[in-house]
């Protein structure tokens, strides 16, 4: 029998290039949030997203999922992702409230 030397595909759907061009783009956003006040912390969100998509680690195919929240990096992307979430849902509460 013959092995195949095919290295794991990752689960992350988006190239590189286009992370980076989306990370851009959402710390343009929070920079623009940050003009109308920096302790209002509609900004939060959009800047936790954009250094998700610098620093996200996408799951290999076939790798346990305990195994994948082991790894550090994978756990920051996650609390990140957490806190652009949360920020996101509060936004639109305070919107909704309007």
Known sequence: MQQS?????????????????????????????????????????????????LYGVPRQRGEPLGAYFKRPRAIASSALLAAAGGGFFYNLYVLWKK
């Open 5 to 53: 030397s095919i290295s794991p595909q990752s689960g992350f759907i988006l190239s590189p290039r286009l992370r980076i061009v989306m990370a851009a783009l959402m710390f343009l956003c929070a920079v623009l949030d940050v003009r109308k006040g920096l302790l209002q912390f509609d900004w939060v969100p959009w800047f936790c997203f954009g250094l998700f998509y």
